[in-house]
Each structure stands twice: as structure tokens, then as C-alpha cells.
């Protein structure tokens, strides 16, 4: 079975530093894709960067990069230069290879300091 | 990316009621989803809403309590049948393509109370 751990239950930073947040997975399935997605107090999911299992770089999205460590099973969210709107609920979640939707780890609360 | 909107965006109801809440799409799409939230909680998927034939359910989640349609390929309804308090949650429609490495875009939630 598939599974996401998120062992970060809440995270501060200080505006304008940089934060990483962590995930680890585990699935024998040699496809996958890892997600993350930003979920702010009005509780929309707002994707943020995605990586594939078969990517060979890391993954930029603008101020998000992931870093996607293949061995061992870790795909962490690194938000550079903080802003207070990053404040927010992170998911990280992964789509497998014989499955289509979306199993999430159970979320970092992230809270940027002025 | 796909524009998604969902009726209601919070609602209050009464134990042993219903609600249907409305997921519309503004192009078609290959696979739409229901998610679960429950206060302090992860996301947990319902079920996989499927165009004319009956959503394929999760471990956990059955059609009685949680009726979904979907006509065509940019409208789905989910139905939460004969509340209770424990039902208090979010739900949130997702849609995506049958692509592994395709992203997934949720609408912006239904807030729901039951008291």
C-alpha cells in the first residue's frame, strides 16, 4: 500500500528565509508522481510543483523548488524568500502508477513571521 | 488549467437532512474525484465520480450515504445522505486527466455544518 508521511505537524519561518518542508513515501510501484499543495484558511487546494518518479532534475516552480531524493523516498518542499501569504496548510500527496487519484500525507501547518 | 466552481460554499443543515452539492467544470474533463475533509484532517477520497456509469466507491464510503452523479464530462454531484454531526467537513470536487504525472486542480470547497 501506498503511503505519505508529513512529520512536521507545524512549521515557523521567519518572512523572507527559506523553509523546507518535509515528505516521505513510500509505494513499490516504479511509477509515481508526487505533488504539493497549498491549502490557506479558506481551504482551497492550490497546486504548487510536481515531480515524477522518472524525472532526473528537481522540480522549480518559482519560489517553490522540491527536492526530490529518489533513495530515500523523499520529496520536501523548499519555499524560498518567505512571504506572510505563504502562511498555509502543505499537502503533500502522490499519484501512483495503476491508480489516478491523489492519496495526501497528513499536512504541515506553516506559519511565516513578520 | 480547469476552472471549477462549486454550490453550495458552506451550508448549515440540520441532522437526518440531505445535501447535494453541485461540481461544474469549465471544459471537459477525463476524471473527476470527491474529497473529504474532516476539521483538523487530510484530504480522503469518496469515490471517483465516473461520466454515465456508477462512481467507483473507496474503502469505507458506500452510494447510500454518499450518492454521486455525473451526466457528462463537465458536471458531478455529490450527495450526503441522512447527516450527522460527523459529517461536518469540507468537500471538495478534483479533476484531473488519466495522465500519471497530470495535475490535479480542486474546486474551492463546500464547508458544511451539520448540527
Known amino acids: 500500500a501506498q503511503k505519505i508521511t508529513q512529520t512536521q505537524p507545524g512549521m515557523f519561518v521567519q518572512e523572507k528565509e527559506a523553509v523546507t518542508l518535509d515528505c516521505t513515501y513510500d509505494?513499490?510501484?516504479?511509477?509515481?508522481?508526487l505533488f504539493w499543495y497549498k491549502q490557506p484558511s479558506s481551504g482551497e487546494m492550490i497546486f504548487l510543483i510536481y515531480?515524477?518518479?522518472?524525472?532526473?532534475q528537481n522540480a522549480t516552480e518559482g519560489r517553490y523548488s522540491l527536492n526530490f531524493q529518489k533513495a530515500r523516498k523523499s520529496a520536501n518542499l523548499v519555499i524560498s524568500a518567505s512571504q506572510l501569504g505563504d502562511s498555509a496548510m502543505y499537502f503533500c500527496?502522490?499519484?501512483?502508477?495503476?491508480?489516478?487519484?491523489?492519496?495526501f500525507g497528513s499536512g504541515t501547518q506553516l506559519t511565516v513571521l513578520p | 488549467s480547469a476552472v471549477i466552481s462549486q454550490k453550495p460554499s458552506r451550508d448549515i443543515c440540520q441532522r437526518g437532512t440531505s445535501l447535494t452539492i453541485q461540481c461544474q467544470v469549465d471544459?471537459?474533463?477525463?476524471?473527476m474525484f470527491w474529497y473529504r475533509q474532516q476539521p483538523g484532517q487530510s484530504l480522503t477520497l469518496i469515490a471517483t465520480?465516473?461520466?454515465?456509469?456508477?462512481?467507483?466507491?473507496e474503502s469505507g464510503f458506500v452510494i447510500d450515504k454518499f450518492p454521486i452523479s455525473r451526466p457528462n464530462l463537465t458536471f458531478s454531484t455529490l450527495t450526503v445522505s441522512n447527516m450527522s454531526p460527523e459529517d461536518s467537513s469540507i468537500y471538495l470536487c478534483?479533476?484531473?486527466?488519466?495522465?500519471?504525472?497530470?495535475?490535479?486542480?480542486f474546486g474551492p470547497g463546500t464547508r458544511l455544518t451539520v448540527l
Open positions: 478534483s479533476v484531473g486527466t488519466s495522465g500519471l504525472l497530470d495535475t490535479q486542480y
Open positions: 509505494t513499490s510501484d516504479p511509477s509515481y508522481g
Open positions: 515531480q515524477g518518479s522518472y524525472d532526473q
Open positions: 500527496a502522490m499519484k501512483r502508477g495503476s491508480a489516478r487519484q491523489l492519496t
Open positions: 471544459s471537459q474533463v477525463t476524471m
Open positions: 465520480a465516473n461520466q454515465g456509469s456508477e462512481a467507483t466507491y
